[in-house]
C-alpha cells in the first residue's frame, strides 16, 4: 500500500493557506510578506525585497516599519498553526525556517526533480496544486514567480500526458484543453496531433496542423518546428505512427544555464522594463524575422551581469526551450575563433548533440547551433561580451530566440540591437543596497556615515557590496569605521577589497584593453583638479589636433570609462569621471607618467583656457585693461571658440570653476605667467556675472605669483584688478593700497593705458575718501591717456567720474555735459555695458535738476541693456535707479517693490554693498520703527560682511 503523507502545513501553490485544518494566512499585505520569504525559505531575504514585493517602485516612508508589523503578526499566526515554523531576524532582513514536507514551494520542487524518472512522482508533484500560485495576491514579484512555477508545472503535466500516450491511454480530451489553454507550446500540438494520428483521424491531425502553423505565425511571427513538419510530412505521407514517434518529442533536452540570481538584487526597475518591451514586445513589422538582441552596457562593477541574470530570470517563461548562458569575463586569452568555437561546443551540447558528433570547423559549429535553434524559443545570456564580432557565430538565425548580452562597451555595430546602457545607482537605491548586506538598524543609526558611504562608494553597485560585505563580516565596526578608511583617496581601492573580490582589477580590466594612446589620455584627463573637461580638453592634455583626440576619447567612451557630464542645456560635451575610476586614473598617472608629462599636459590646459577667456572678451562689455604677457595661449577647436564667441557670459557661467581652478593650478606650478594672464582676463568675465569672491580669489593668487616671478608689468595688472573689486565694493582704503602700487608699476614700465585706467579707478577712490581736489586730478590725467590707448569706454568712464564729482559741487551744466561726452564715447565704441553705467549716471544728474521723467527714461534703459546683456550686476543697479527715482515722485509702493527686488538680485550676485544700499531705503520707507531698524540692522551687518572680506586683501 502507497504511503500517502500529510498535506503540507504552509501552502501557497493556490490561495494562501496555513495549518491544517487550513485557515487563510491573513491580510493580504501578510500573504504578501509569507510568500516572498516561502520563495527563498531557510534563506536570508533582504527587507527591501519584501519592499519592493509590496509596493514596487514607490514604498511609502513608513515602508520598514509596514514590514516589521506584518513579520510580528506572521509569527503570532505560525506560533498559532503549532510552531512548524519560524520567522528569524537575519541582516539583511528576514529568515523563514521551515521543513521541506510543510512547505508545498520546496516539496514541489523536490518532486519535480524526482518526476524526470519516476511517474508516481510526477502525479504527487501535480497533486500539491490547488489552483495559481499565490492566487489573488498583487504583487509584481509574486507575478513573475508564479509564472515561472506555473511553466514547471505545465511541464510536468506534458511529461503525465506524454506517459499515458505512451501507455495507450484516451489524452485527447485533456491535450485538447491544454492545446486551447496554452496555445503558443509546440509540444502540446505535437502530442495532440500523435494521439489524433494513432487513433485513425488523420484529417484531424492534419487540422490540428494547420491550426498550430497559423497560431504560431500570427502570434510570434514562426513558422512550426522540424518535428510539427515531419509529422504532417508523414501524415501526408500516409506513414503509420511509429513505435517510438512519442520518444522523439523528448529527444532535444531543454538547458536551464542560467546562473542563480543575486539575493541582493535592488532598483534597475526601468532597466528590466526596457530589457522585457525588447525581447517579449510585439515584433518590428519592419524586420519580423529579426532575432531580438537587447546589449547591456556600462562601467565595470556597475552591476551588468547581476541585470542580465535578473532579467533572464523574469522572462524565462517566454522562452521555454531553454536558455543557454556563456561567461565569456575570462575568454580574453584566446582568439576569437577558439572561445566562440568552445562555446558553441559547449551549447550544441546542452541542446543534445554528443561531443563524439561535434564538428570541429567553427563555421560548422555555427552551422548547426542555428540549425538546432531554429524555430525554436531559446533566450541565449552572453555574459562580458569584448566586441560586436564575438557575438555574431552566437547569433541564432530564428526569430523566437533572444540574445541578451553585457559588455563595457557599446555593442552599436550589432545590427538591429537595443541598448541598454547603466549608471552608478540614484542615491536612495544605493541605500537601499547598503541595507540588504548591513540591515536598515545599523544605516539608521548611523544615516550620515551611510550617506557619506555611499557617496564614497561613488553609487557604483560592486563598491557598496564590498563594502556592505566588509561590514557585514565585521559586526563591530561602525559604519564610521569603513568610512574612515575610504577617506583617504590614497587607500581607497586598497580598502575596496573583500575576499578576493576587487574594484582596482574591475577597473583594471577597461583600463589595459585599451591602445596606448586611449591609456594616455585615461592618465592625463585625471591630472586636473576639476571634476570634468570640456570637450577640446583631450586635445590639449594629449598635445594632438583635436580630431585625433576624439580617437582616444571614443575608446574611453566605448569602454565607459568616463561620461557625458554636460547638462541639455549646456554650451558643449563634458567628460567626467566617476569618482573610484579618478582614483584608480590618477595611480596609473602617478605610476606610468613622469612628473613633467603631467606638468607639461596641464600647462597646455591651462593655455586653452587663457585663449578661450580672451574669446570671451566682447566690445559690448565695455573697456578692459587688455594686458599680455609671456603665457602661451593655446588655439581651441573652431568648436570650441564658436561657442564661446556664440554664448560667452553663458560659458562664463559653466566654466567659471574650470577657470578659477586653472588659476589655483597655475599658482601651485608657480607658471607666473599663466597665473596672473589667465586670472586677470577672467576677472573682468567675472565682473559682468557677480562672481565677486571668485574675482578676489584669482586676483590674490595671481599678485602673489607675479610678485614671485618679480613680473612687474603683471604685478601691476593683478593689483589693478583686485583694486578695481575693491572699489567696486566701495572699499576705498583697502583699494588704495593694491591701486597706488600698481600705478608706479605701469609708469615705471611705461604703458600708458594701464596709468590711465588705474587713474581712473583713483579718482572714485579719492572722491569716497573725500579729497575731491585729487579725484578731479586724477580722472582728468586719465583721459588723454585712455584716448591714446583707444580704450573709449575708459574715457566715458573717466568722464563719467567727472561728471559726479561736477553734480557733488551742483554744476548740473557740466555734469550734464560729461555725461553726454561719455554717452557719445560709449556708443562710438559699441560698449552697450558702459553705456548703461553712463546712463545711470545720467539719472543722477537729472534727478538732482528735478527732471523725474528723465531719470525714469535713464534708468529704464539702463534695465533693458543690462538684461539684454545677461549683466546681473547691471540690472540689480537698474532696480535701484527705479526706486530712487519712484521715491522722487512720491510713489512709495513702488520704491518698496523696486528696492525689494534690488535686494534680491544682489543677493543673487553677491554684491552686499548693493544689498546694503537697497536696505537703507527700504528702512527710510518703512511705515513702523520696527521694520526700520531691521533693515538698518541688515544693511549693517552686509556693511560688516565686506569688511570683513576685504580686510584679507589688507
Known sequence: MTEHPAPPRLRLLGPAELGSPATPVGSPRESVVLAVLALDANREVAAERLVDALWGERPPATARSQVQICVSALRRRLRDAGGFATITTRAPGYRLDVAAEDLDLTRFAELAVRARTDDDACEAALALWRGPAFAGL????????????????????????????????DVLPELTALVDEHPLRENLHLLLMRALHRGGRRAEALTAFRRARDVLVDELGVEPGPELRELQAAILAGEQPAARAVQDVVATPVPRQLPAPATNFTGRDAALRAISARLCGPADPQTPFAVRVVGISGAGGVGKSALAVRAAHELAAHFPDGQLYADLHDDSAEDSTTWSARVLGGFLRALGMAEELLPRDPRERAELYRTRLADRRVLVVLDGVRREADVLPLLPGSAGCAVLTTSRARLTGLPGAAGVQLDVLEDDVALRLLATFVGDDRLSAEPEAAEALVAACDRLPLALSIA??????????????????????????????????????????????????????????????????????????LDVPHVTAEDALAELLEANLIADGAPPSALSRRWRFHDLVRVFATECAAAEDSVAEHAAALRRLGSGWLGLAGQAQRPEFGGRLDLRGTAPRREPPASA????????????????????????????????????????????????????????????????????????????????????????????????????????????????????????????????????????????????????????????????????????????????GQVAEALRLAR??????TEAQILYRSADVELAAGHVGAAGVAVDRVLEIASGLGDRIGVGYALFGQGRVAVAAGDAGTATARFTEAVTVAGVTGDRHLQARAHRRLGELAEDAVTAAEHARRAERLLADVAQHASGNR
Open 138 to 169: 498583487d504583487s509584481d514579484a509574486l507575478t513573475r514567480a508564479a509564472t515561472r512555477l506555473a511553466e514547471r508545472r505545465l511541464d510536468l503535466v506534458e511529461q503525465r500526458v506524454r506517459a499515458r500516450l505512451e501507455s495507450g491511454a
Open 468 to 541: 556592505g560585505a566588509k561590514l557585514a563580516s565585521r559586526d563591530h565596526w561602525a559604519l564610521g569605521d569603513l568610512l574612515d578608511r575610504l577617506t583617504d583617496e590614497k587607500r581607497r581601492l586598497d580598502e575596496l577589497s573583500f575576499r578576493g573580490v576587487q574594484l582596482r582589477s574591475t577597473i583594471a580590466l577597461s583600463y589595459h584593453g585599451l591602445s596606448g594612446p586611449a591609456r594616455s589620455l585615461f592618465r592625463r584627463m585625471a591630472t586636473p583638479q576639476h571634476p570634468d573637461l570640456p570637450h577640446w580638453a583631450p586635445g590639449a592634455l
Open 641 to 816: 571658440t564658436a561657442a564661446v564667441r556664440r554664448a560667452p557670459l553663458q560659458w562664463v557661467d559653466e566654466e567659471r570653476f574650470a577657470l578659477v581652478t586653472a588659476v589655483r593650478e597655475a599658482a601651485a606650478a608657480e607658471w607666473d605667467d599663466l597665473c596672473w594672464e589667465l586670472a586677470v582676463t577672467a576677472a573682468a568675465l567675472f565682473e559682468i556675472r557677480g562672481y565677486f569672491d571668485d574675482w578676489r580669489e584669482i586676483a590674490q593668487l595671481a599678485v602673489t605669483s607675479a610678485d614671485r616671478a618679480g613680473d612687474a608689468v603683471g604685478a601691476a595688472a593683478a593689483r589693478h584688478s583686485l583694486g578695481a573689486l575693491l572699489v567696486h565694493q566701495g572699499r576705498p582704503d583697502d583699494a588704495a593700497r593694491y591701486l597706488e602700487p600698481a600705478l608706479a608699476g605701469f609708469r615705471a614700465a611705461g604703458i600708458g593705458h594701464g596709468v590711465g585706467a588705474t587713474l581712473r579707478q583713483l579718482a572714485t577712490v579719492r572722491r569716497l575718501n573725500g579729497d575731491l581736489a585729487a579725484a578731479r586730478a586724477c580722472a582728468t590725467e586719465a583721459l588723454p591717456l585712455l584716448h591714446a590707448a583707444g580704450d573709449r569706454s575708459g574715457e566715458a568712464h573717466a568722464r563719467s567720474e567727472l561728471a559726479r564729482l561736477d553734480l557733488d559741487a551742483r554744476a548740473l551744466g557740466d555734469a550734464a
Open 828 to 833: 562710438d565704441a559699441g560698449a552697450s555695458r
